[in-house]
């Protein structure tokens, strides 16, 4: 599946960071923090996949749930999961805000 428009970019970026809270466990030693990062990166997971599609009814909700979490993620630096991760999920996300914006505000 090739991300077509900034709907379909913002949606590769939601996927990629999806994957990464997926992963995240792995390199917490699978403790509690890592662990409740799968779910999240399940949701994230599924969103990215239905903008990919071109769901466009999806991207209002996601822009709202990504810039939660993605300020949740900015507040957990530090923590359980290591900073590097941390630093790409969110950059991953921002990238994935900012498509969506583009997105939002040109229909």
Known sequence: ????????????FILISGILHIVAPVFT????AGLQLVP????YALLGWGLMRGWSR?????YLIVLI??????GS????????????????????LVALFLYIWRK
Request: contains cysteine; neutral net charge; hydrophobic residues 65%.
């Open 40 to 43: 999240i990166g399940i949701v």
């Open 1 to 12: 599946m090739k991300p077509q428009g900034m709907l379909g970019w913002a949606g590769l």
């Open 58 to 62: 999806l991207a209002c909700a996601t």
């Open 29 to 32: 030693g699978f403790s509690a």
């Open 77 to 96: 630096m530090g923590g359980a999961v290591p900073i590097w991760l941390t630093g790409l999920i969110i950059a991953a996300d921002v990238a994935g």
């Open 69 to 74: 979490l993605v300020l949740m993620a900015f």
